[in-house]
């Protein structure tokens, strides 16, 4: 496939060494830090490619991963480098990327326009919005038209990475419920598409006009579409759906997914000298010093920050 005028400039990496790069990116340490300046370098260029990232999102089995490899595969016949990255937020629980291992995406080793890829934290210490956002950095700067950011809609740990994204997708299941979950997670109002998946399954369709009465009342009301990702319809016209919808003011772009990063840092910075100071001692010290009146609390969490 030949190259597009406008990925000119990405840093083409093969999607080997942009595996390795986000490995790096989810232990954390200084070779991390250098690819990601690397990867802003050339972001901040001027021929800098522009990646659509879509954040999909949703309760546990709905079908998210079915879907996204349907929309994948659809994209990719179509010529667009597209990237999947699968966020499990109980993965610092579960010890591996459970949900990486049901992504139903098959890798081709000759074929750098298709990257999967699961993301864990696996006891690093990094923030898993952290890694996400580094990586989802490191993919755009490798040159992606589309990158879907998988991850299971569990709350906050969720929006977080819901932020990276420059649209939302929603994806329920026909059964009833769902949607008071995805409510009461703050999701429905975060979306800026909903799908009913498993349109196959009795009750879809209730669900989807349960969703469409239910967002009328709203402003801006998403669009709520109907797919079975296991028999491949509607996903055509989720796609077309997904490539025509306008961005949100405030939402996603570039500059959200350094801030995500840029804050993640300055987190794990934090968190790196509290954790130095702990081991030295210096904490003990500090605390004896504020509980006998002899120094302000406020000043020792600058001494700690500076
Ligand atoms: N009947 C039917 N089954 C589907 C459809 N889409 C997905 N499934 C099935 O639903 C199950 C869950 O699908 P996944 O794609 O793993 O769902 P998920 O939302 O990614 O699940 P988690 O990552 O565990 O939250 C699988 O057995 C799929 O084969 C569909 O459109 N119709
Ligand atoms: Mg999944």
Redesign the pocket.
Known sequence: MSDAPSRRGAVRRSTRELAQAISSVERGGSNADSLIEEALAQLASSDAHVTRVIGVT????????????ALAELARAEGRRVAIL?V?PTSALTGGA??GD???VEERPNDDGRFMRSIATRGSGRSLSHAAAAASLLIEAAGFDLLFI?T??AGQADLGIVRLADLVLL?E?PEGGDEVQAMKAGLLEAADLVVV?????PGADRAVERLRSGLALGADAPEVLL?????G?GVTELLRALDAAALRPGRGGRVRRVAAHLAAAVEARAAERLHAAESDGRLEDMARGIAGGSRSLNGAVDELLR
């Open positions: 949703g309760p546990p089995g709905a079908g998210k991963s079915t879907l996204v490899g699968a499990d459970l949900l049901r992504v139903r998988e299971v809609g994806v299941g998946n498993k349109g196959d399954r797919t079975s990702a296991t028999d319809s």
